[in-house]
């Protein structure tokens, strides 16, 4: 009742489009959400502070990145730094985990 019947004929052809938002990249029909990108690129700029770092102490870093329910962000990052383990919602880790990273550290 807010809008009169010829407003509502003069702007018949308005159509508004909702985009998602989310960083965890996980809504359907699309290759990338908004916000998606912008928080790799973050976590890339961390992971780069933090190699350095990692490197120079000869130490190991556990690293955990955004993404809830959704393991988009933590497997690419884990892809593009080149990390040695990974863990995403999508594919839980298999028994005896614990002594498999460890011999990995080991090495």
């Known amino acids: 009742g807010g809008i009169s019947a010829d407003?509502?004929?003069?702007?018949?052809?308005?159509?508004?489009?909702?985009?998602v938002g989310s960083i965890d990249n996980d809504f359907c029909g699309t290759d990338m959400t908004i916000g998606t990108d912008?928080?790799?690129h973050r976590i890339m700029?961390?992971?780069?502070?933090?190699a350095t770092t990692a490197q120079s102490h000869q130490r190991t870093?556990?690293?955990?990145?955004m993404g809830r329910h959704c393991g988009y962000l933590a497997l690419i990052s884990a892809l593009a730094c080149?990390?040695?383990?990974?863990?995403?919602?999508?594919?839980?880790?298999?028994?005896?985990w614990e002594d498999h990273?460890?011999?990995r550290l080991t090495e």
């Open 82 to 96: 080149g990390a040695d383990w990974v863990f995403i919602p999508e594919s839980p880790p298999e028994d005896n």
């Open 61 to 65: 870093f556990v690293l955990e990145v």
């Open 38 to 40: 912008s928080a790799l």
């Open 7 to 19: 407003e509502a004929t003069r702007s018949s052809f308005l159509n508004i489009v909702g985009l």
């Open 45 to 50: 700029e961390i992971v780069d502070a933090i």
């Open 101 to 103: 990273l460890c011999r």
